[in-house]
C-alpha cells in the first residue's frame, strides 16, 4: 500500500521477506515462526536481533540463564517469584503459511533464496521463543544441522497439538479434560515438554505431573527437555533418537561435519531471538 511518497505499507508476510534480504536462513526461520505462533518479542528485542546483539542486555536484566531473564530482585527469597522466560507477549499470529508460499513465489531474486527456504521449514503454532528453538533444532532436516525429526510420518512434529483425555486419562490426571503439547510427534506417540522457569514452581510442578498421568494412560511418551539440555547437542540428539526409534525409523547420519553443523545451526537460531551462543 503506498502512503506517501517513498513510503509504502506492506503485509506482515512481505515485510519478513524484505527483513530477510541477505540473512540466515536460521535467522529468518526464527522470524518466520514469531510471525505465524502465538507470541511476540517486545519492541526493544528488535535492534539487537537486527545487528546480531543478546538480548536481554546484562545492564537492563541480571541474566539467571539462557532462556531467563529478571527484573530489579532485591532478596533471593524472591528469585522465584521474580524470574521470567525470556519476555514474550500472548498475541495472534500475524501471518499464515499461505501467505508467506505466495510471497515466496513472487521473491525470486536471489538476496532472498534464505527467505524461500525458511517458508519450506516453518510451521505455525508456537507459544513462544523457547518452543520455536525447540522444534527448529530437532525438526530441521540434517543437512541443515537439525535432526531431522519433521520428515517423520504422520506430520513430524506438530507445535501445540490438543490431547483429549478419555475417562481413564482424566481420573489418572485428577481432572484435567485435556492437554496440550508443546510438540508432538504422532508416529512416535511422543509429546516433548519445554520446561523453563515457571515450570519449576512447586503448583507447576504438580500440575505438570497429573498432566502427565493423562498423558501416559493416553499412551503418550513425555519427555521433558530443560534450559540446560536446550544447549546439549548430545543430549538434543538422544531426543532426536527415542523419536525416531518409537516411529520405527532409523536414525542415521547421512552427512559429513554433523556436529560442527548441529552447533552452528543451535547457534544461529539462538542468534535469531537474541540468545548468545554456546
Known amino acids: 500500500m503506498h502512503i506517501e511518497t517513498d513510503i509504502y505499507a506492506t503485509s506482515p508476510a512481505m515485510t519478513a521477506m524484505l527483513c530477510s534480504k541477505n540473512e540466515s536462513v536460521a535467522k529468518t526461520l526464527m522470524l518466520l515462526m514469531e510471525l505465524l505462533g502465538t507470541y511476540s518479542l517486545p519492541p526493544e528485542a528488535t ?13 537492563s536484566f541480571e541474566a ?18 521474580t524470574r521470567y522466560e525470556q ?6 499470529p500475524a501471518t499464515t503459511i499461505e501467505e508467506l508460499e505466495a510471497v515466496a513465489r513472487f521473491a525470486k531474486s536471489s538476496s532472498y533464496a534464505s527467505f524461500r527456504t525458511a517458508v519450506k521449514l516453518a510451521r505455525a503454532g508456537s507459544a513462544s521463543p523457547a518452543e ?25 512434529l506438530l507445535l501445540n497439538y490438543r490431547v483429549d483425555f478419555d475417562t481413564l486419562a482424566v481420573n489418572m490426571s485428577s481432572g484435567i479434560p485435556y492437554a496440550i503439547c508443546d510438540l508432538y510427534c504422532p508416529a512416535a506417540g511422543v509429546d516433548n515438554e519445554y520446561n523453563g522457569i515457571g515450570h519449576e514452581l512447586q503448583n507447576a510442578r504438580i500440575h505438570d505431573g497429573n498432566r502427565n498421568n493423562g498423558l501416559k494412560a493416553m499412551g503418550i511418551h513425555v519427555l521433558v527437555i530443560n534450559r540446560d539440555q536446550m544447549k546439549d547437542l548430545v543430549a538434543l540428539e538422544a531426543f532426536a533418537q527415542t523419536m525416531h526409534r518409537l516411529a520405527g525409523v532409523r536414525f542415521r547420519y547421512r552427512i559429513k561435519g554433523y556436529r560442527k553443523r548441529q552447533a552452528a545451526w543451535l547457534n544461529a537460531l539462538r542468534a535469531g531471538i537474541g540468545l548468545a551462543p554456546v
Open 87 to 92: 519476555a514474550h507477549y500472548k498475541c495472534e
Open 64 to 81: 539467571m540463564d539462557d532462556l531467563d531473564c529478571q527484573g530489579d530482585q532485591p532478596t533471593p527469597e524472591k528469585q522465584a517469584e
Open 47 to 59: 535492534y539487537p536481533i537486527a545487528y546480531d546483539d543478546t538480548w536481554p542486555k546484562a545492564n
Open 132 to 156: 520455536s528453538l525447540m522444534f527448529a533444532v530437532l525438526g530441521a532436516p540434517m543437512r541443515f544441522g537439525g535432526f531431522g525429526c519433521c520428515s517423520l510420518p504422520m506430520g513430524g
